[in-house]
C-alpha cells in the first residue's frame, strides 16, 4: 500500500516505520540463536562484568521489575546467567554472564551487526555514518 506523504513526511512516522523494519529483521536473526530482544539487551549491558544489580539493568532497558525478573529468571535458568553477591554488600546480589552467556551474547552482537548491514544496504556508506550520528545527537536530546 502506498502511504500519503501527510504520514512519510512526518519524521516520528517515517522513524517508526525504519524501527519496525529493524525490529523485524533482528529478532528473526535472534530468533534463530533462541533469544528475545530483553535477553540480548541484558547480556549485552553485563559484558563488562558483574558489577550491574537486576532492577539497575532493567531500567537502562526500559523493563519494570516484575519485567526484568523474568528475563532474567529464565537467563539463569538456561545457564547464561549467574546472581552472586555484591563485592561492596553481600546481601546485594549482581549478575554476571556465565562462559555460555558470553559465547551467546558474542554470537548475538556479530549476527545483528550483520542485520544492520542489511538493513542500511540501500545507503551509501558516508549516509549510514551520518544517519547513526544523527540519530545517537536525536536520542541523547
Known amino acids: 500500500m502506498e502511504l500519503p506523504d501527510k504520514l512519510t513526511g512526518r519524521v ?5 516505520l525504519a524501527l519496525l523494519r529493524a525490529q523485524r529483521m ?3 536473526v535472534l530468533d534463530e540463536l533462541g533469544l528475545k530482544g530483553r535477553e540480548y539487551g541484558l547480556l549485552a549491558l553485563l559484558e563488562n562484568g558483574p558489577l550491574a544489580r537486576q532492577h539497575e539493568l ?3 532497558l526500559g523493563m ?3 519485567t ?4 532474567v529468571r529464565a537467563l539463569v535458568e538456561r545457564g547464561l546467567v549467574v546472581r552472586r553477591p555484591a563485592p561492596d ?5 549482581v549478575l554476571a554472564l556465565t562462559p555460555a552467556g558470553d559465547r551467546l551474547r558474542e554470537e548475538a552482537a556479530v ?6 548491514d542489511a538493513f542500511l544496504a540501500p545507503l551509501p556508506a558516508p549516509e ?3 544517519l547513526h550520528a544523527a540519530l545517537r545527537h536525536l536520542a541523547s536530546g
Open 64 to 66: 519494570d521489575r516484575t
Open 12 to 16: 516520528a512516522f517515517a522513524l517508526q
Open 89 to 93: 554488600d553481600a546481601r546485594t546480589l
Open 111 to 116: 549476527a545483528l551487526a550483520e542485520c544492520d
Open 26 to 28: 533482528g529478532q528473526a
Open 68 to 71: 526484568t525478573a523474568k528475563v
Open 128 to 130: 549510514r555514518d551520518r
Open 58 to 60: 532493567g531500567a537502562v
